[in-house]
């Protein structure tokens, strides 16, 4: 039974200048290029937060405020930033609203990034590209939207480009992503003849004045004669899909009674928030198109923190679930999403206030290191510039200065309230690479560097190798571990010299065996004596390892237990082929034996490493490899050339589409194939091709490259 938890009456505290209700946490989400950063920028622009709208492409954008993304013209890291809206139609007219806004990565190198920000946000605006529409890292985000439950709002963006179509983007989001997506504001033209949108809810045209690039000058109108059957009939399917999920509006519907403006837009919030609707908004934000209407309806549509209700937790000492509501007056809960290295300030840790208020001086407690902490410095971002403030509220995104024993997803909460929230969870790394200092003064700051960027970066790790003692990096991706010696050489000054990228391999066994493990040692005096039989089975492809105790009869003591399970682990770090992890693998303590004085807790650990080495032996190991969900796009001139690349890689061809003159490859490629591959296709298709990718899953290795890969790593 979760412990109760009485609902507040009012959770506002009179402090606060945005009630909870007039509050918005957003987040900006979708594949590379689709438009996100520019979405941001022109939001910030009519909100009146910044007085010029910066480019991605000229490197001046807010959000995108680190050299490595304005040189790149890609976001790296998720930048959080805060504005004040009043919106102009809607259910909220004239209400100025605070939206926290988070403008997350679309590199799927990154994409812890984006799966930390969605576990603190509220609702998402997910982009999408008017020319593409639903593209791989659209369905990557896309799922992560839905493991953390998180409402979402679509705009279809690039409506001015060549090639644009809403309808068919909408249709893909139905079809690609399972979405119940409709319009809600349909783009009038497109490509350069884009002049607004038509609100299908109030029936009305946003039409801008052509005069005014920077799409400030709008004049809401009627809907011209030439659409205006069309967008009735838009209505009538928009109410008829809203019906479906939301019991108020389908009374009516059924009844058939008129269904007002407000009623329809009541019907809409309520499904959205709900996650069973997902509004369609048109535009393009680099002409200043239909963004004002978009920022409308994100509060008119997206939650607020009560809107989310109820926050589950866990007891930290006996892990009986709790529950929390968002309200200024209780005790204060927050999560730490992300930790980030600042040059002028130190640690900055950002978190999420889910419950209480914080202020500064408050102490908060960390169930994780069970220690406490008094906060000193409470600051607000506006992405690259900072506001010291005194205190802040639920459902404030904030970060904080000086915590020393912190890790991202970590609980802070009110001493005499202990709570842990769930953390946000992160992929494994699928990629290696050895690092050295070029420099003996290098080598006591590069140690200092890494474990800084490696406390920031939840998919970045860092580990020594025991037989070359070299220093191996870990990561997502090239691009991440070039992003991170970037940093490590600009932000600590540290030059180092890299390896060529490993992959991260894996082993599996194919068949079950039986295993025994003894540890015996006899010197004088008291001995070692430890003995473990267990049983290894194949597990379902990516459960990782299963560990369970069988021992009955304490022939094994209830001591001794925790010690073996512990030596299978350590174990099955490295397998018998390579010496790469072994997964996908059912271990069961089944027997073993003790001796009344001579064992001991660490000979039973050697005892549990030695029965799982036997197993393993006998149980036909074979090597896995990552694969990668490759998404290839190119003119059609160039798709043999490319086919036939990927062919050469041990591509695997899953279907290809055809959108205009623009072929769309699909394919799994084997994650070693794949170094250099963005150099390779810009020779082949002269610069026009472009491709993006994404971990899928761990196949066999094909027995001709297992044998070059064991003679590696003989080596």
């Not at 005069?211 to 069309?230: H, Q, R």
């Not at 300030?345 to 978190?351: Q, S, Y």
């Not at 200092?448 to 870990?474: C, S, Y």
């Not at 026009?688 to 196949?699: G, K, Q």
Request: glycine content about 8%; some cysteine; charged content about 30%.
């Amino acid at each position: 039974m979760d412990k109760p938890a009485s609902k507040p009456s009012n959770p506002n505290d009179p402090g606060r200048k945005f009630t909870l209700e007039c509050t918005r946490n957003i987040g900006i989400a979708a594949h590379i290029d689709a438009g996100k950063t520019t979405v941001t920028e022109r939001v910030l622009y009519y909100t009146g937060l910044i007085h010029k709208m910066g480019e991605v492409h000229d490197g001046n954008t807010v959000t995108d405020w680190m050299e490595q993304e304005r040189e790149r013209g890609i976001t790296i890291t998720s930048a959080a930033t805060t504005c004040f809206w009043k919106p102009r139609s809607g259910q909220y007219k004239d209400i100025q609203h605070r939206v926290n806004i988070i403008d997350t990565p679309g590199h799927v190198d990154f994409t812890a990034e984006v799966e930390r920000s969605l576990r603190v946000l509220d609702g998402v605006i997910a982009v999408f590209c008017g020319v593409a529409g639903v593209q791989p890292q659209s369905e990557t985000v896309w799922r992560q939207a839905n493991k953390y439950k998180v409402p979402r709002i679509a705009f279809v963006n690039k409506m001015d480009r060549v090639g644009a179509n809403f309808e068919a983007a909408v249709k893909e989001m139905r079809q690609k992503l399972g979405a119940n997506a409709w319009p809600i504001l349909i783009p009038i033209g497109r490509e350069d003849q884009l002049k607004g949108c038509v609100d299908v809810i109030a029936q009305k045209a946003v039409i801008y004045d052509p005069s005014d690039e920077s799409g400030m000058k709008y004049e809401v109108t009627d809907i011209p004669a030439d659409l205006a059957d069309e967008m009735k009939l838009h209505r009538m399917e928009l109410i008829e899909a809203v019906a479906n999920v939301d019991d108020l509006i389908a009374d009516k519907f059924l009844h058939e009674q008129p269904i007002d403006e407000k009623e329809l837009r009541q019907g809409i919030r309520r499904a959205t928030v709900s996650g069973k609707f997902v509004p369609v908004v048109g535009g393009s934000a680099y002409k200043n198109k239909n963004v004002q209407p978009l920022i409308d309806a994100v509060v008119d549509f997206l939650p607020n923190p009560l809107d989310v209700g109820e926050i589950h937790g866990f007891d930290p000492d006996d892990h009986s679930p709790m529950l929390i509501h968002p309200d200024d007056n209780a005790e204060d809960v927050s999560l730490a999403f992300k930790l980030w290295s600042d040059p002028y300030i130190g640690k900055l840790v950002f978190f999420r206030v889910y419950t209480g208020k914080l202020t500064k001086g408050d102490s908060v407690y960390n169930p994780r290191t069970n220690k406490t902490e008094r906060v000193s410095r409470v600051i607000m971002m506006q992405a690259d510039k900072r506001e010291e403030v005194d205190v802040v509220y639920s459902g404030d995104i904030a970060a904080l200065v000086g915590l020393k024993n912190i890790a991202t997803g970590d609980t802070l909460c009110d001493p005499d309230f202990p709570i842990l929230l769930e953390p946000p969870t992160f992929p494994e790394p699928v990629i290696s690479m050895a690092v050295e200092p070029k420099t003996k003064a290098d080598r006591e700051k590069m140690g200092e560097a890494l474990q800084r960027l490696a406390e920031e970066d939840p998919t970045f790790r860092v580990k020594t190798n025991e037989d070359t003692g070299q220093l191996i990096i870990h990561g997502m991706g090239e691009l991440h571990l070039e992003i991170i010696r970037d940093r490590m050489f600009r932000e600590f000054k540290v030059e180092a010299n890299a390896g060529k990228p490993q992959i991260a391999f894996r082993e599996t066994i194919t068949k079950s065996a039986a295993g025994e493990g003894k540890f015996i040692r006899q010197t004088g005096g008291r001995g070692q004596y430890g003995h473990v039989c267990l049983d290894v089975q194949p597990g379902d492809r990516g459960s990782g390892h299963v560990i369970e105790n069988e021992v009955v009869g304490g022939n094994i003591p209830k001591e001794f237990i925790k010690p073996s399970i512990q030596g299978v682990e350590e174990g099955l770090l490295t397998g018998i082929l390579a010496g790469y992890p072994v997964v996908d693998i059912k271990v069961q303590i089944l027997d073993g034996s003790y001796h009344d004085v001579d064992s001991s807790e660490i000979a039973f650990k050697m005892a549990g490493i030695f029965a799982i080495k036997d197993a393993l032996k006998k149980a036909s190991c074979i090597l896995l490899e990552p694969i990668m969900k490759v998404e290839l796009s190119t003119p059609e001139e160039y798709q043999g050339d490319l086919m036939g690349d990927l062919n050469r890689r041990r591509g695997k061809i899953m279907n290809m589409e055809n959108k205009g003159n623009t072929c769309l490859i699909h394919a799994e490629v084997p994650l070693e194939e794949l170094f250099g591959y963005a150099t390779d296709i810009r020779s082949l298709s002269k610069g026009r091709a472009a491709y993006s990718m994404e971990p899928s899953h761990f196949e066999k290795v094909p027995e001709q490259v297992l044998q070059r890969i064991l003679e590696q790593t003989k080596k």
